[in-house]
């Protein structure tokens, strides 16, 4: 009779948990201290989690699946072989990133972070949606080299994947939306705003007088087109890499000459760690990308207005626009367990 008792109150409390679950799915609910972060001094995300309420067993869905190789065609690549989180979530000291059977990419992979404040995705802008972005590596042949299709089979075949989605959106049989929604979360919370300058920002850090003067120096020089506290305007420009064009970058989307040579502005954050630098990763170290900027400005048709006369730098400058670049590497983010590889 007593264990008769206890059931019944046992069931009574599911239903009120169901009860208290059937939420808005707009609304974003922190769950054990775990809520998305707007730094105070950064402007409002792009990306607001609708229809996508963030939960922690969803963004947990979501981390599961970005260090999963079961995306891949021959389950041998996760997001993770080409973003890695000790390095920015770039792939460290690569041009061109290895995706399955070993067939090299076209572009450098690029680092990861803040990317809820993007509008769009790809060094040519390609992609603007951020729960749909993973259909692109996923199905690329560069890449992941994997179907949809294939992969929510692999899923659902998968009985510890099909109770996580179950638990984290209450579906009984993963579909791609879901998948897509779970992995979006992950990315969104990718969020860099514990390096020095932002330490600098929040009051407490002090830069030093070379930090200083290179911050200085990046306002004026740099900061139109990496404006912050992104350090990037988003926009595409022609920064002066070349003067015949390899890859069209932007003008491949919108199919205008105009736009040939144009890549996205790409954010600085973690730019110390996350060599080599540009679209097709040619320069190793900062003091070749101030060189380029400084002398080896190409001219061509869709060459940035603002640099047709390069940014002349002495090599003081260059130092010191380097000691303010390193200013923006966060080795707390880079460190951080929550958006580590999980143990099970
Ligand atoms: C084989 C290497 C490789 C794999 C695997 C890979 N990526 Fe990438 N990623 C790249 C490259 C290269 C680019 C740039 C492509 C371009 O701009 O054309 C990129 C771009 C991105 C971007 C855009 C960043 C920006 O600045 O616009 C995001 C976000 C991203 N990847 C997330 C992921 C996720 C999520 C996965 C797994 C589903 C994944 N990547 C798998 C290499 C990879
Ligand atoms: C006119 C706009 C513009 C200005 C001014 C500018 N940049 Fe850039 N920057 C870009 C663009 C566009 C790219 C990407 C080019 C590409 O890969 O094709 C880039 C790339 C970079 C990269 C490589 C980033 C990566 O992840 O690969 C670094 C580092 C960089 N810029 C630093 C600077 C510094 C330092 C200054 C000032 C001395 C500066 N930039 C001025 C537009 C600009």
Redesign the pocket.
Same mark, same amino acid.
């Given at each position: 009779m007593k264990l008769f008792r206890s059931m019944r109150l046992f069931f009574s409390f599911i239903l009120v948990l169901l009860l208290f679950s059937c939420k808005k799915d707009n609304e974003i609910v922190p769950v054990d201290n775990f809520a998305f972060r707007k730094p105070s001094y950064f402007p409002e995300p792009h990306y607001t989690f609708q229809n996508n309420a963030l939960t922690r067993s969803r963004f947990n869905l979501g981390r599961d699946?970005?260090y999963d190789t079961i995306?891949?065609l021959d389950n041998s690549?996760?997001?993770?072989?080409?973003?890695s989180q000790t390095h920015g979530?770039s792939?460290h000291n690569v041009a *061109?990133?290895?995706?399955?059977n070993g067939t090299l990419?076209?572009?450098? @992979?690029? %680092?990861?972070a803040n990317?809820a404040w993007?509008p769009? *995705?790809?060094?040519?802008?390609?992609?603007n949606n951020?729960e749909t972005? @993973?259909v %692109?590596?996923?199905t690329?042949p560069?890449?992941?080299h994997e179907t949809i299709f294939q992969v929510v089979g692999k899923l659902n075949a998968n009985a510890a994947y099909r109770s996580k989605f179950k638990a984290a959106y209450d579906v009984d049989s993963i579909t791609d939306q879901k998948m897509l929604q779970a992995?979006g979360q992950?990315?969104a919370m990718l969020i860099s705003d514990d390096s020095k300058y932002d330490k600098y920002r929040k009051g407490t850090y002090t830069f030093t007088a070379d930090e200083n003067e290179g911050y200085s120096l990046f306002q004026s020089k740099c900061a139109s087109c990496h404006t912050e506290p992104l350090f990037t305007d988003f926009s595409f420009r022609n920064n002066g890499l070349d003067a015949v064009f390899a890859d069209l970058g932007r003008g491949l989307i919108t199919q205008e000459a105009a736009d040939n040579g144009k890549f996205?502005v790409?954010?600085l954050r973690n730019i110390q760690i996350t060599y080599p630098y540009m679209?097709d990763g040619r320069f190793f170290t900062l003091s070749q990308v101030l060189d380029h900027y400084s002398t080896g400005i190409q001219s061509s048709s869709t060459l940035d207005q603002s640099l047709t006369s390069g940014i002349p730098l002495t090599a003081d400058e260059k130092l010191k626009i380097i000691a303010f670049l390193k200013t923006l590497t966060d080795y707390t983010f880079m460190a951080n367990p929550d958006l580590s590889e999980p143990v099970h």
């Open positions: 699946l970005f995306l891949s690549i996760s997001c993770a072989s080409c973003h979530f792939d *061109f990133s290895a995706g399955v990419g076209v572009r450098n @992979s690029p %680092a990861l990317l993007y769009s *995705f790809m060094w040519d802008g390609g992609v951020i972005f @993973s %692109a590596p996923i690329n560069l890449e992941m992995l992950y990315m996205r790409p954010s679209h």
